[in-house]
């Protein structure tokens, strides 16, 4: 392990350890004084961060921009605080942080006993989302988590994450998709990240104007399930409680390819996410190069080995 990565991961066991201990008024103030001061440093995630927001509100002045830029740090730091706070949070606080609309849709394919697969995008938090889930409506659920660097770090998210209610995944490795689809054949529920394609095999979509790949997880297991797929969007206002929206869900089409309806199903999630971010772009916590013109070519899109 190089010694950056041994800070990393300190830093993030230092959050856990001792931000969770911190009265709840203390550590939303720390958390907006470091976003604040982050936001001033303007590193490459606040810039980036700002560049994707320019695709989102792409008439905003540079001084807006700022604004947003600003805000946006503000709410990934509030989302830091509250995850590292999560665990020593008590079910009544949990099941009382997050009112979500559109419920019926999910509590409906719940019922169902179909399956049923949530696709959020990075947006506020998620994995209060999670928790909220697994502690008001009593439904475990299946994951998937990036492997990060170092491991003991990607050990720390995935026992946070399992304290959470949760079962998480490994993203490499190949098996997640096949025990995705039995959990979803045995009426169980799954809940995706999926508005950042890690694999570099996604489905190209239309987003904001510009092309961009999604992972085909969420259509694809929908497809060979009969799992009911349901968009969520998050988002902060100014109170303590996350707001969200669970969407009508995605029909898979009656005709087409296994790979045109997968392309029909994805581009319907992008648009639903699309919907989401355009009304809170400041909780769309993308400090990534997400779009096709921004990432570097790759030998597959015609770049040189």
Known sequence: MSAQERLTD????????????????????????VADLAW????????????????????ASPERLAELSRAGMRSYLRYWMESFRLPAWSARRVR???APKGLHHLTDGIASGRGVVLALPHMANW???GAWVTTELKTPF????????PETLYDRFVAYREGLGMEVLPHTGGAAFGTLARRLREGGLVCLVAERDLSASGV????FGDRTRMPAGPSLLAQQTGALLLPVTLWYDDSPVMQGRVHPPIEVPESGTRAEKTSVMTQALADAFATGIADHPEDWHMLQRLWLADLEPRPSDGDPA
């Open 10 to 33: 300190a830093l993030y066991g230092l959050g856990w350890s001792t931000v969770k201990k911190l009265p709840e008024p203390v550590a939303v103030r720390l958390g907006r004084t």
């Open 40 to 59: 001033e440093r303007r590193g490459k995630g606040v810039r980036r961060l700002e560049s994707n927001y320019a695709r989102v509100v792409p008439d």
């Open 96 to 98: 009382s942080g997050f």
């Open 127 to 129: 994995d209060l989302a």
């Open 142 to 149: 299946t994951t998937v988590a990036e492997r990060l660097k």
């Open 204 to 207: 190209e979509v239309d987003f």
